[in-house]
């Protein structure tokens, strides 16, 4: 018998009740794809089913919004209402089938809410889309400033908003429940509501949650403990931050939120049952993000946030996600090997290659025969490999 090469990307691993069959995880990707009643479509359906034939061990929804007021466009999947549980609970099936852990994101787009579709512009909405039927609607945030120039005017929430807001998450988590998913991940990165409270580049409220750090971390802990109470003990908590706000990368400012800061919310959160912090960055400002690294030509380096999931699990013993611009199986199986990370989301190689998992095993050795393929590809595929192909 060969030597079967040993690899942590396609070893099990365990939080809680569940257990990851592999280290790979699909990153929540929106769709805009549904109507502006939020359920889910067989659009929905397909794009995460072939990622569950594609190798993933693990496939997350596209960000669920909590409620109507956070949708980013008039095309965000839903789940502010029960309406939203059954199309969703077809995917959680299909998945479950595959053998394949099932999870869902909740979040709030905030401040960057009623916006164009990425390829209509990503601006905020207008005239021109009010005249064809997506009237547009004031943002909420942390505070009443913009944080980006030429973005709608958002409104600060009040107290009472904000205790209906937690209450909102923990519905949205039941009823994520009552679909079936086997776990969440709360999205508090990338500008949007739950980061607008945590940095302190856009949280200027004197109350309660503003000030300090212990006060910007109090919105984002208070949803945690109303998603954890109402998830089951044996199925896991994730949470997607921003880990740096890259403002010392930027002119070397040093007012946003910084690695150090994240250290402090994971032990908070991790008291609070998070189980793991899934490690993305910036979004807070338009200087840094993707459209103006494509404006100024910059390119993105590979696994550009790895060192933030190594930092945070170094730091604070908790588990982490890596993700950002990993590519194929031996640069996600390196992060592994050298501790930088437990589990490893794959984005936008996961758009260009749905069958990325099935590659990575192909790429390390681990599946010479075709065997992780599902019998009805890999059967076939093997034999064509076996006959082979005159050029
Ligand atoms: C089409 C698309 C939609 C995205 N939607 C979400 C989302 O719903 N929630 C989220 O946290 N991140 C979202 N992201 C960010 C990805 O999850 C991921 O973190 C990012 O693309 C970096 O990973 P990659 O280089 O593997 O694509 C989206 C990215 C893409 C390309």
């Known amino acids: 018998m060969p030597e079967t090469p040993q690899s942590l990307l396609f070893s099990s691993y365990t939080l809680r009740g569940i257990t990851f069959p592999n280290r790979i995880v699909i990153s929540p990707m929106q769709m805009y794809k549904t109507g502006p009643d939020g359920l889910a479509t067989l659009w929905h359906f397909q794009h995460l089913a072939k990622y569950a034939i594609g190798g993933a061990g693990t496939v997350m929804t596209e960000a669920l919004i909590v409620d109507p007021v956070g949708r980013n466009t008039y095309g965000d999947c839903g789940i502010w209402s029960d309406n939203h549980i059954a199309p969703l609970r077809d995917i959680v099936d299909f998945l479950h089938g595959e053998n394949t852990v099932a999870a869902a994101q909740l979040h709030h787009a905030g401040p960057k809410a009623s916006r164009q579709r990425p390829?209509?512009?990503?601006?905020?909405?207008?005239?021109?889309?009010?005249?064809?039927?997506?009237?547009?609607?004031?943002?909420?945030?942390?505070?009443?400033?913009?944080?980006?120039?030429?973005?709608?005017?958002?409104?600060?929430?009040?107290?009472?908003e904000i205790k209906t807001l937690v209450e909102d998450y923990g519905k949205a988590a039941a009823r994520v429940v009552e679909a079936g998913f086997d776990l969440i991940d709360i999205h508090a990165a990338h500008g949007y509501l739950l980061h607008s409270f945590l940095s302190p580049v856009a949280n200027s409220r004197n109350d309660e949650y503003g000030g300090d750090i212990t006060g910007r971390m109090r919105l984002v802990l208070e949803i945690a403990e109303s998603v954890r109470a109402n998830l089951p003990a044996d199925k896991p908590l994730f949470f997607r931050l921003s880990c740096v706000d890259w403002r010392k990368d930027l002119d070397d400012r040093t007012d946003g939120w910084t690695i150090e800061d994240s250290f402090v919310l994971a032990r908070e959160l991790h008291q609070r049952g998070v189980d793991l912090i899934d490690c993305s960055s910036g979004g807070i400002r338009a200087e840094n993000s993707l459209m103006d690294y494509a404006k100024k030509r910059k390119k993105l380096a590979r696994g550009y946030q790895v060192p933030h999931a190594e930092a945070i699990r170094n730091a604070t013993g908790i588990p982490t996600m890596a993700v950002g611009a990993i590519l194929d199986g031996p640069q996600a199986e390196a992060i592994l090997q050298a501790g930088q990370a437990d589990l490893i989301a794959i984005g936008r190689e996961a758009l260009n290659d749905p069958h990325w998992g099935l590659h990575a095993a192909q790429q390390l050795g681990i599946d010479p025969e075709w065997k992780q393929w599902p019998d009805s590809y890999g059967w076939w595929l093997e034999l064509r490999e076996r006959i082979g192909i005159e050029d």
Do not use: K, Y
């Open 119 to 160: 390829w209509e512009g990503l601006g905020p909405l207008g005239d021109a889309e009010a005249a064809l039927g997506e009237t547009p609607w004031q943002p909420l945030s942390s505070t009443d400033s913009r944080t980006i120039d030429g973005w709608l005017q958002p409104r600060m929430m009040t107290p009472d």
